[in-house]
């Protein structure tokens, strides 16, 4: 029998993403949805038969944890409101799976994780924290190869996108209020620059990054109150690395290069508008092979899928650890301070994280 999921925010990206790849998993089925308000609640999959919950509503958040037929819940939240319902949730004995980052900050985040896994609850409950970028079949298969190419050198990211309004196949998640009036640091350059950090860790796979000083600015007015981002970093195993986040470019492609002893791998030329990346590997002794491997819903059925076999089998995904979550915030609030502070380098303390808990 599936597990009975509730979604605990009813915005665009639960509408059209959350929402299809819960169907898609055969271990979940949605029953009930919260929101602040019921029109909004109503708004995601309106035809259906499912349990609507809302603070204007006569049945509110208790009242649908409190169900017996709802285990688990998806918090798809505006960041500063993620923590808060978390912690709700946990505390009602739900399993969850809140959206990336895991927090405005790290404050919040260690605050949180530390009663985590300190107060009992994760013994009750599991929190999980999605990241779909780490499910991305491109960048895995990268990340599979990276072994033949011997020690790495250099790992570069570059993001061009423009992200604002009408210039973007995505863009219509900017027109959020609280997209466009960020109460978290960075406005876009955290929401969307994070999956990037991920990606970064994800590569580096057990090596880390132990050093990193970046420049931030708005090149332009309409994603406050940062758009654009330049880094550079070293790791414990002496790879050094570019990092460059661009939402206002009208350059056109994203990818991510790794160069070492053996040759290089790149995954290249996403840039909003298609369905696939082009992965390249170049080795000294052949010829380079060239692959199309498609990006399927952002990566977010395959992180679903994923988070409801652990559901079913109670064996938890180290990709949604919390403290995976936690690494991923703290190299973008770094790059912030950095900023803040003239290309001040900065040392990470969150990037060994401890997997066996």
């Keep these: ?59 509110d958040l208790a009242a ?12 798809a939240v505006p960041i500063v ?24 900050d790290i404050a919040e985040a260690t605050t949180l994780l530390q009663w985590y896994r300190s107060s009992g609850v994760s013994q009750r409950a599991n929190w999980s924290v999605a990241e779909n970028w780490r499910y991305w079949k491109s960048l895995n298969y990268a990340r599979d190869q990276l072994a033949a190419l011997g020690r790495i050198h250099q790992l570069r990211v570059q993001v061009n996108l423009d992200c604002r309004p009408g210039f973007y196949m995505w863009s219509f998640f900017e027109g959020s209020a609280w997209r466009r009036h960020p109460e978290h640091q960075g406005g876009t350059l955290l929401d969307s620059g994070v999956h990037y950090a991920a990606s970064l860790r994800h590569l580096l796979r057990s090596d880390r990054v132990t ?78 092979e060239v692959r199309q491997i498609p990006i399927e819903g952002l990566g977010v059925p395959d992180e ?19 403290e995976e979550a936690l690494a991923d915030l703290e190299l973008m609030e770094l790059m912030f301070q950095s900023s803040a502070e003239q290309g001040m380098p900065k040392v990470p303390v969150h990037q060994v994280v401890d997997r066996s808990q």
């Design 304 to 322: 679903v899928l994923a988070w409801g076999k652990a559901l079913a089998t109670g064996k938890w995904n180290d990709r949604q650890r919390p």
């Design 64 to 75: 649908m944890l409190g169900r017996s037929d709802v285990t688990a819940v998806i918090i």
């Design 211 to 288: 050093r990193i000083a970046a420049f931030a600015n708005a090149a332009q007015d309409t994603l406050p109150p940062l758009d654009t981002l330049d880094a550079i970093f070293q790791t414990e195993a002496g790879t050094q690395g570019v990092f460059q986040l661009s939402f206002t470019s009208n350059l056109h492609g994203t990818g991510w290069e790794m160069v070492g002893d053996n040759g290089s791998i790149s995954v290249m030329d996403w840039n909003g508008t298609v369905d696939n990346t082009t992965v390249t590997t170049r080795f000294r002794d052949r010829e380079p």
């Design 1 to 59: 029998m599936p597990i009975g999921v509730a979604l605990i925010g009813a915005g665009l990206f639960a509408r059209l993403v959350h929402l299809p790849a819960i169907d898609a998993a055969p271990d979940l089925e949605l029953r009930a949805v919260y929101s602040r308000s019921l029109k909004s609640a109503q708004s995601v999959a309106p035809d259906r038969d499912l349990a609507r919950y809302a603070d204007d509503a006569d049945q």
């Design 81 to 104: 409101q993620t923590a808060k319902f978390v912690r709700i949730a946990l505390n009602a004995g739900k399993h969850v799976l809140s959206e990336k980052p895991i927090a405005k």
